[in-house]
């Protein structure tokens, strides 16, 4: 049951269990059926780019799961789905993670380890951070490469005050607004144009009607008549 290019130890002193080491190992991918008994999981300095949703959900007894030095890139809602019991220690430094989903470490009791990665930091990043029981280590290892603020960018995690997800609204709501405003305009825009071509079409028909010869009198009958007396 030992992956290929990993060494698995089982009965180590501290955890009573299988030690399952795959460093180094050129993986590509979290190696699939892993042993259910596994408490130890060493996977860093590989090459795996994505943690699939419910990857280690078999996985009931394990406790330290090591992803530092990979490439992965974000973090879905179900990426560890399964181990919020039992795991005490998650790495994921040096990878390349910007994003993660808001709920990526909801009730995990672990101790995440998240520095050095090209964080963007907005509103899904601050909902998982403030969910994690370390938050406080996790921020203060969070470096934003990019941010929804341009003046954070660069910026330690810590040192933004802003809530990004308040940010996020009123942005949105900004947006709605400026294409509210947009169609306003266009339909007024629309309404003067259509009473202009209307009274341009009237002066021509006011016009018309000027030009046409007016219709000779008949001469009065009275006129004609030779009074006697």
């Known amino acids: 049951m030992c992956p290929k290019g990993c060494t698995c130890v089982r009965g180590e002193p501290l955890f009573h ?12 991918e979290i190696p699939p059926d892993l042993a259910s008994d596994t408490v130890i999981l060493r996977l860093d300095h ?7 949703d419910r990857a280690f959900h078999g996985l009931r007894l394990l406790r330290e799961l090591n992803l530092s030095h990979n490439a992965v ?9 399964g181990l919020e019991a039992t795991l005490q220690l998650l790495d994921l430094s040096h990878n390349r993670i910007s994003s993660v989903h808001k709920n990526a470490f909801a009730r995990l009791k672990a ?13 899904a990043l ?5 969910g994690m029981v370390h938050n406080h280590e996790a921020e203060a290892r969070v470096l934003c490469r990019s941010s929804e603020l341009r003046d954070h960018e660069g910026q330690p ?3 933004v005050d802003t809530d990004l997800c308040n940010l996020a609204k009123r942005t949105t709501d900004y947006a709605m607004l400026v294409t509210m405003f947009g169609w306003f305009a266009m339909v007024i825009s629309y309404v003067v144009y259509y009473v202009r071509q209307n009274q ?11 030009s046409l010869p007016s219709k000779p009198k008949k001469p009065d009958e009275t006129d004609d008549i030779s009074t006697v007396v």
């Open 17 to 28: 269990g299988l030690n399952v080491t795959c460093s180094q190992a050129r993986l590509k």
């Open 157 to 159: 995690f810590l040192a």
């Open 111 to 123: 101790r995440v380890l998240v520095d050095d990665n090209p964080w963007h930091c907005d509103c």
């Open 46 to 52: 590989n090459h795996i780019a994505g943690v699939p």
């Open 126 to 130: 601050q909902q998982a951070l403030g």
């Open 200 to 210: 341009e079409d009237a002066r021509r028909h006011l016009e018309y009607l000027k």
């Open 73 to 81: 890139e974000t973090l879905g809602e179900s990426a560890f789905s």
